[in-house]
Every structure is written in structure tokens, then in C-alpha cells.
């Protein structure tokens, strides 16, 4: 039934073309990063909290993070922010079953990686809406995340960047950091990039001093891993552009540390 949905809706998707000026920058900026830009991050055997605004965000830009922490029994939560419904545009009709289907592909991408289903959390806020929460709905948000900060008690919470130019991503850094203000705990906050290699021209939006605080986690034995999860969220890979999920196939990923 969901394999024929999903087969239903990318007909009516036409395929994204590849920007090669966005591909180029992508690549070349992920690779000094890699190569010149960063510090490497030693592995650490804290518990951690992903926090991700979209189901596939955490597989992307924390799967190997992820994996490598689950191999060594370290407790590893994630929670999903919005329902995901907007990642098919305005094909109508179908944002019911892309709820569901995002929703079964976060379940089976981090059963992949190792991650419980006790273990994830859906907030189902509507997908594009978090910058614009009215105030009650925001406080409501803050507390929620609070709530689950507290139950968990990590030691390192991953966030997508705050420049990650997408209003989601960028909301959802702020929201979460609120919401470690609130629940009194000292965390190691680190931030993943998903779209602003792709979209941010250097040193425009993400500056020099941005690029200070890079670190890079090598995730070589389970680079494979990360590789099958990815491909768990089949009804993503056809919306991206081309070459995007390239840059997070490395044997390393990349995260920006940040003030909790």
C-alpha cells in the first residue's frame, strides 16, 4: 500500500535538476572543510539528543554520530519537530499519506542506525510553520522539548545550524536552545549543516567565524550503515536536487559547536 502511494506521488514530481553552481560550491566547501577548516571531534560516550525539523534531517547530518554511539550502547534519543508534510510542494491530496511515509521511514532509517522507537518522538507541529508559531503555541513548543531534555538528562544535544537557510532548521536551533535555557541542564550543543553549504555563499552568510568552531567526526565503520539508512527515505532522495546527498556520504561529518 505505501510502496504504491509513494510510486503515485513522485510521478507527479519532476525530477530536480542539478545546479552545477551549488553542487561546486557545496563540494568545495565541504572538502576544505573536511581537508583544512575543521578540528577533529573525538568520539565521546556522552548521551545524546538529536533534535531534527524534518524526518530525514537527523539520518543526513547525524547518522554516523548516531550509529557510532548506539554500537557502543549509548543512549541516543531524536525528536522530530514538524509532520513533514511539505516536502512534496503543492501535489494535492497527498499530504496525509507523506505524513505517514515520512513517518515510517524515520522508524525504519533509525532502526537502521540503531535507535529504539521508544527512543523517537514526533512533536507533529505542521511542516513550515515553526518560525511563525503564535506565542502560545511556541511556549508550548519550548516546554515539550524541556520536558524531554529533562527526562533524557544528555550530555549532547545536536541541532541543525543556525544559519542552515531553511526556516525549519533555523527555528528549530532557536527553539531547542530556549528550551535548554528552560529545563536548567548543561549540555554540549552542536550544530549540523544540512543546507547551508548548498545554498550560503562563503563567507556571505556563514563567515570565518563560523568556520572557527567546525569539527569533524570521523564515522568510517559505520559509513555503510549510514549509507542504507539514508536510502530508508526513498520518498526524500526523489525530491532533492542531484548531487546533494553526495556530501553526506563522507567517511567524516561535520558539526559546529555552539554556546549552550
Known amino acids: 500500500m505505501q510502496k504504491t502511494t509513494l510510486m503515485k506521488i513522485q510521478k507527479l514530481i ?8 551549488q553542487y561546486i560550491h557545496a563540494s568545495l566547501l565541504s572538502q576544505w572543510i573536511l581537508n583544512w577548516g575543521s578540528q577533529p571531534l573525538k ?14 534531517d537527523e539520518t543526513l547530518g547525524c547518522g554516523g554520530m548516531i550509529a557510532r554511539k548506539r554500537e557502543q550502547g549509548i543512549t541516543v534519543a531524536v525528536t522530530f519537530l514538524t509532520d513533514g508534510r511539505g516536502s512534496h510542494g503543492s501535489v494535492p491530496n497527498i499530504q496525509d499519506q507523506i505524513i505517514q511515509i515520512r513517518k515510517q521511514e524515520s522508524l525504519k532509517a533509525l532502526g537502521i542506525l540503531g535507535v529504539a522507537s521508544s527512543e523517537i518522538h514526533f512533536l507533529d507541529k505542521q511542516d513550515g510553520s515553526l518560525p511563525d508559531l503564535n506565542t502560545s503555541e511556541r511556549q508550548q513548543t519550548i516546554a515539550h522539548i524541556s520536558e524531554l531534555l529533562k527526562r533524557y538528562q544528555p550530555g549532547e544535544v545536536y541541532v541543525p545550524h543556525r544559519k542552515d537557510c531553511h526556516k525549519d532548521h ?7 536552545k530556549e528550551a535548554i535555557a528552560e529545563s536548567g541542564i548543561q549540555v554540549e550543543l552542536l550544530q549540523y549543516p544540512i543546507w547551508v553549504f548548498w545554498r550560503a555563499p562563503l563567507f556571505i552568510l556563514l563567515k570565518l567565524k563560523d ?12 559509513q555503510e550503515k549510514k549509507k542504507i539508512a539514508i536510502a530508508a527515505y526513498p520518498s526524500q532522495i526523489q525530491t532533492l536536487p542531484r548531487g546533494f546527498i553526495k556530501r553526506f556520504l563522507h567517511s567524516e561529518e561535520i558539526f559546529f559547536k555552539a554556546e549552550s
Open 211 to 222: 568556520i572557527r568552531s567546525a569539527y569533524r567526526l570521523s564515522i568510517t565503520s559505520v
Open 14 to 21: 519532476p525530477i530536480n535538476l542539478l545546479n552545477p553552481i
Open 43 to 56: 568520539f565521546s560516550e556522552a548521551s545524546a539528543m538529536v533534535f531534527s525539523p524534518h524526518q530525514d
Open 170 to 176: 533555523e527555528a528549530t536551533y532557536y527553539l531547542v
